[in-house]
Each structure stands twice: as structure tokens, then as C-alpha cells.
């Protein structure tokens, strides 16, 4: 069990509401937490007029807000506000303190391209599916493309095809894949593919083209489900009901269907 902290900031009357994790904070302590332990998320969403107000308002420390404006005003770097407010806080040790520390100085390192992939994946983790597409998309447009390595662009296609395959979008999760293993050549990226296509029906059109993928057995493909999805029921699930529907044929039956429909109405009123 942790120990216990004191709070040494009152607890606002109103909340700040930190859009990126859909949370609500009270006190200092709360957002210490929440920036702690969403270190990757932070960007300069964070900082703005409603932040610093609610500081100098809500938790009414009217000299650290004004600190952290003119801290962020002058460097425009989020992480050096952060390190500044879990310094003031008091909410940490000396210990606890360095090692935040530590671990700010590592994400100052990172480019805006391998942090915005760190929230991506936060969000895949999580299973905020359409948070983590948005993510991966925004990644994939030409301009960052450019500035990406053909690995890390793998990387983010196969995360994409995850997302994907765990929204039964199917074909759109093959495509990705397939992008992933001409970016990449992972195994992964390859069963995952295999995977995926073995969802894919006759009337699903994806472009899949893999070149020199080897086929070896969908059991193979199987053996790595838990890449694609943590659910296999759902799939199992959605098979079956893909298997009837390919075998009832609705489309090739459609107009005896309805002519049946047209008959059996008629006898009914006649």
C-alpha cells in the first residue's frame, strides 16, 4: 500500500476538464497525477488561458500560475511547465521528483512524430479505437511521411490494421498490413495479414497486394491472434453469422424472395 500524501493546494470549487484523457480534476494533486501518468500525451493542448485560470482561480495560487504562464510564454515547452509544477507541488519526493525528471528529459528527445505515435498507441491500449485511428492517420499523411523511416512507418500501418481488425473492418486491417510488410518485412505484419483475409467474404474488395509474401496455413495465422484481437469470440462469432449469410446467398435470391413476399401479401388481402 502506498502511503499517504497530504494535499497542501485547496480543492477547487470547479473542475479542469483535460480534454485528452476525458477526466475531470479537483485539486493539484489530481493533476499532478493525471500529467504523470499521461506524460506522452501532453502537448500544447494542455496549456492555454482555461489551464493557468483555473491555477490561479480554482486552486487559488494566483503566483504559480503566473510562474508557469511566463515559463511557457518565454520556452514554449510543455514538459519544462510540467517538471516546474511537480516541483511545486510538493505532491513528491526528492527521489520520485528525479525520476520524473528523468523520464521528462527522455520524452524532450522524442520528435512530435514518435510522441503522437506514443499517444496513439496509449489509445489503442486503452481500446479508444477511433481516438488511436485518428492517431495513426494523422501519422500516415504525406507530409510526415516524409520525414518517417520506413520502419517506424511499418510500425504504424501494422498498429493501424490492429485497430481495424479489432473494429471488424477486415479488408481495411489486410490493406494495412500488407502496407506494413512491404514497409517493414515483420512476421508479424505478415500472419496478421493472413489473418485478416480470412475474414474477408467474396463481395469484400481490398487491395492486398504483398509481394513475395510466402502462404504457408491460416493455422500459422492463428497461432498469433492474440496480435490481431484480445477477443477471439467475437470473431468466432462473426464467422459463423459470415458463413450463413454467404450460404442463404441474399443477393441471389433477392427477387424470389420478393416476389414470394409480393405473392403471400396479395393472398393475404384477396
Same mark, same amino acid.
Given at each position: 500500500?502506498?502511503?499517504?500524501?497530504?494535499?497542501?493546494?485547496? =480543492?477547487?470549487?470547479?473542475?479542469?476538464?483535460?480534454?485528452?484523457?476525458?477526466?475531470?480534476?479537483?485539486?493539484?494533486?489530481?493533476?499532478?497525477?493525471?500529467?504523470?501518468?499521461?506524460?506522452?500525451?501532453?502537448?500544447?493542448?494542455?496549456?492555454?488561458?482555461?489551464?493557468? @485560470?483555473?491555477?490561479?482561480?480554482?486552486?487559488?495560487?494566483?503566483?504559480? &500560475?503566473? @510562474?508557469? $504562464?511566463?515559463?511557457?510564454?518565454?520556452?514554449?515547452?510543455?514538459?519544462?511547465? %510540467?517538471?516546474?509544477?511537480?516541483?511545486?507541488?510538493?505532491?513528491?519526493?526528492? @527521489?520520485?521528483? /528525479?525520476?520524473l525528471e528523468r523520464i521528462i528529459e527522455?520524452? /524532450?528527445?522524442?520528435?512530435?512524430?514518435?510522441?503522437?505515435?506514443? =499517444?496513439?498507441?496509449?489509445?489503442? &491500449?486503452?481500446?479508444?479505437?477511433?481516438?488511436? &485511428?485518428?492517431?495513426?492517420?494523422e501519422l500516415l499523411q504525406p507530409e510526415?511521411?516524409?520525414?518517417?523511416?520506413?520502419?517506424? @512507418?511499418?510500425?504504424?500501418?501494422?498498429?493501424?490494421?490492429?485497430?481495424?481488425?479489432?473494429?471488424?473492418?477486415?479488408?481495411?486491417?489486410?490493406?494495412?498490413?500488407?502496407?506494413?510488410?512491404?514497409?517493414?518485412?515483420?512476421?508479424?505484419?505478415?500472419?496478421?495479414?493472413?489473418? %485478416?483475409?480470412?475474414?474477408?467474404?467474396?463481395?469484400?474488395?481490398?487491395?492486398? $497486394?504483398?509481394?513475395?509474401?510466402?502462404? =504457408?496455413?491460416?493455422?500459422?495465422?492463428?497461432?498469433?491472434?492474440?496480435?490481431?484481437?484480445?477477443?477471439?469470440?467475437?470473431?468466432?462469432? $462473426? /464467422?459463423?453469422?459470415?458463413?450463413?449469410?454467404? &450460404?442463404?446467398?441474399?443477393?441471389? $435470391?433477392?427477387?424470389?424472395?420478393?416476389?414470394?413476399?409480393?405473392?403471400?401479401?396479395?393472398?393475404?388481402?384477396?
Amino acid at each position: 500500500m502506498g502511503a499517504l500524501k497530504l494535499c497542501t493546494y485547496k =480543492k477547487a470549487e470547479y473542475p479542469l476538464y483535460l480534454e485528452m484523457l476525458s477526466l475531470h480534476v479537483y485539486t493539484m494533486e489530481e493533476l499532478c497525477y493525471a500529467m504523470e501518468s499521461s506524460l506522452f500525451l501532453l502537448d500544447e493542448s494542455w496549456m492555454g488561458t482555461e489551464f493557468f @485560470q483555473w491555477i490561479a482561480e480554482g486552486v487559488g495560487n494566483v503566483e504559480l &500560475a503566473g @510562474q508557469l $504562464r511566463r515559463l511557457y510564454q518565454r520556452h514554449r515547452d510543455v514538459y519544462e511547465c %510540467a517538471a516546474f509544477l511537480f516541483s511545486a507541488s510538493g505532491f513528491y519526493s526528492r @527521489q520520485e521528483q /528525479k525520476e520524473l525528471e528523468r523520464i521528462i528529459e527522455k520524452m /524532450k528527445g522524442k520528435n512530435s512524430m514518435e510522441r503522437r505515435k506514443m =499517444k496513439a498507441d496509449y489509445y489503442l &491500449a486503452k481500446k479508444r479505437y477511433r481516438y488511436a &485511428a485518428c492517431g495513426y492517420l494523422e501519422l500516415l499523411q504525406p507530409e510526415f511521411l516524409q520525414q518517417m523511416t520506413e520502419e517506424l @512507418q511499418g510500425h504504424i500501418m501494422h498498429n493501424l490494421g490492429v485497430v481495424y481488425a479489432r473494429l471488424f473492418l477486415f479488408p481495411e486491417a489486410a490493406r494495412m498490413f500488407s502496407m506494413a510488410y512491404q514497409k517493414s518485412h515483420t512476421e508479424s505484419s505478415r500472419l496478421c495479414y493472413l489473418y %485478416a483475409m480470412n475474414y474477408i467474404t467474396e463481395d469484400d474488395s481490398a487491395d492486398t $497486394r504483398v509481394p513475395e509474401l510466402q502462404f =504457408k496455413t491460416m493455422k500459422e495465422a492463428y497461432a498469433h491472434f492474440s496480435d490481431v484481437s484480445d477477443q477471439e469470440e467475437y470473431y468466432t462469432e $462473426r /464467422k459463423k453469422v459470415a458463413t450463413a449469410s454467404h &450460404a442463404f446467398n441474399w443477393k441471389g $435470391r433477392e427477387a424470389e424472395i420478393r416476389h414470394r413476399w409480393i405473392s403471400e401479401y396479395e393472398q393475404m388481402y384477396s
